[in-house]
């Protein structure tokens, strides 16, 4: 639990994930000290050395420095991003078997180490390996946060608001369950400012045309902010969670893996309980009786603070998308079951 004192940070993993995340927390000077743990220790003293060399430009007056797993004693977050990597064309679940016992390898020591603070996860598959922590470490399951759909949210809202012509900040929309291949999108609960989107599908939305600006139409859209009315049918939409859905993939394929929406989106949970904002976040979280579910971390909507996750918001939905959720927790009940930890 973080007291307000030295925000310290201690990061596992030192690849394109975890660093992607250190180079956002020492842009936004989210933490005052920040330790770096990665098996390859030689790496994680030149990621150091690195991101120090940055520090005059950054405003920041971080201390950052490579440790080992005894820095973790005092530390207010430990963030995981240690794992094998997903390869072209891998589910997230495939990762399950490799991955778990890395974090056996990781868990014990932190544990061991007096660490009291709160577990941030990114590795994938993020909602197994959270439940993995919380089984490994024995902690309270409010103070072990994964990842979950945080992005896959931002993503959605990105969308939204670039077919609608709005800012994403003003786009309400969640995607819940699985961070993989059973997510999905609630739309009965998704909103444009205060308007619900289902609404607004089969209409066409009125807007204003300045007489000297035109912008060309951004793809998905039929028209750009101010080139006149927007088409919104169902079909926009689950085309819309479709890409949000695939979205890993797609990067993957082309890039070989995705590493700087994530960073950012480990750094907006970050400076969440730092600030205890109680910011509203589709974090992986456990389910106990939200949802009518039970001892599973998936991805919903939870309210992030100093302590963790100080509540998981039990949203009305409907029948159907009650039913996309249970099928989404069961299949990861099965993935964790197979592990045979409890």
């Known amino acids: 639990m973080y007291q307000g004192e030295n925000r310290k940070i201690v990061l596992i993993g030192t690849g394109m994930v975890g660093m992607s995340y250190a180079y956002a927390l020492l842009n936004q000077n989210v933490c005052d000290e920040l330790v770096l743990i990665d098996i390859d220790k030689k790496r994680a003293m030149g990621e150091a050395m690195d991101l120090n060399h940055g ?15 005894p820095d973790c004693a005092n530390a207010d977050i430990v963030c995981i991003c240690a794992g094998v990597a997903q390869k072209p064309g891998e589910s997230r679940t495939d990762l399950l078997l490799r991955n778990a016992q890395v974090f056996r390898s990781i868990v014990n020591p932190v544990t061991e180490s007096g660490f009291n603070g709160l577990f941030l996860v990114a590795t994938n598959p993020v909602d197994i390996m959270t439940r993995i922590t919380c089984t490994l ?81 951004a793809p998905g859209r039929t028209g750009g902010p101010d ?18 859905r695939n979205a890993a993939y797609r990067i993957i394929e082309a890039k070989d893996a995705t590493y700087y929406g994530i960073g950012m989106a480990m750094t907006r949970i970050t400076r969440a309980i730092f600030g205890n904002e109680n910011s509203v976040l589709t974090v992986s979280a456990m389910l106990r009786g939200e949802y009518g579910q039970n001892r599973v971390f998936t991805g919903v909507p939870a309210i992030i603070g100093s302590n963790g996750i100080a509540r998981v918001l039990d949203l009305p939905l409907n029948a159907e998308e009650q039913k996309k959720l249970d099928e989404s927790c069961e299949k990861l009940k099965s993935y964790y079951e197979e592990m045979r930890l409890e």
Request: charged content about 20%; hydrophobic content about 35%.
């Open 55 to 69: 520090l005059a430009f950054s405003g920041s007056n971080m201390k950052i420095s490579a440790g080992d797993y």
């Open 137 to 217: 470490s024995g902690f309270n399951p409010r103070r072990v946060i994964g990842t979950g759909t945080t992005l896959d949210t931002a993503r959605l809202r990105y969308l939204l608001g670039r077919h609608f012509g709005v800012d994403p900040r003003n786009m309400h929309a969640y995607v819940m369950g699985e961070h993989g291949d059973s997510e999905f999108v609630p739309w009965s609960l998704a909103m444009m400012a205060s308007r619900p989107v289902l609404e607004l599908c089969g209409q066409q939305i009125s807007k204003q045309t300045s007489e000297n600006k035109t912008e060309t139409a």
């Open 227 to 244: 080139s006149g009315p927007i088409s919104c049918q169902l079909q926009d939409l689950l085309a819309i969670e479709d890409e949000v």
